[in-house]
């Protein structure tokens, strides 16, 4: 059996074709494949709590840390004694303990106001926005939170 120039050329991009397909799905089998936002967050030292449970997808730029997270219609939770409301999309800028240029969360004070930045300082999380700063500890922000509905105001 004689083999052509063509006939190698296109074993050959047989070959490589089989290979990649090969790593493509051994690295999805293994877990290695792609992360969720929540394991975004533990990779830069942050709780996955900062995120309400119903996350469904993201998009990160490691080079300069634009975050982005798409939440299912948006959601309204309660934690730490606030409500708290995310957008149908938070962007921020992610960095090892923190999250800064937050736009799409914000928390209930005396009046809606925008959560600006979350920072984690060892077993503590700051939360801060243009004129106020709370802290709590990172075991509050252990789990992700369930949303709920807001009726009338008032959560369900």
Not at 6 to 19: A, D, E, G, P, R
Not at 111 to 123: E, K, N, P, Q
Request: aromatic share 12%; hydrophobic share 40%; proline share 3%.
């Amino acid at each position: 059996m004689t083999f052509t120039k063509t006939k190698m050329m296109t074993m050959l991009s047989m070959l490589v074709l089989f290979f990649s397909f090969c790593v493509l799905f051994s690295s999805s089998a293994n877990g290695q494949g792609p992360q969720t936002a929540y394991q975004v967050l533990q990779d830069y030292n942050l709780p996955t709590g900062l995120l309400p449970q119903t996350v469904i997808g993201h998009s990160l730029n490691r080079t300069d840390g634009q975050f982005l997270v798409n939440i299912n219609g948006g959601c309204h939770i309660y934690a730490a004694g606030f409500q708290v409301k995310y957008d149908p999309t938070m962007t921020a800028v992610i960095s090892k303990d923190r999250l800064s240029y937050i736009h799409g969360v914000k928390v209930k004070l005396l009046f809606w106001t925008r959560i600006m930045s979350v920072a984690r300082f060892d077993d503590e999380i700051e939360l801060r926005g243009r004129f106020w700063a709370r802290w709590y500890k990172v075991n509050d922000f252990i789990s992700s939170a369930e949303c709920n509905k807001l009726i009338r105001g008032k959560l369900d």
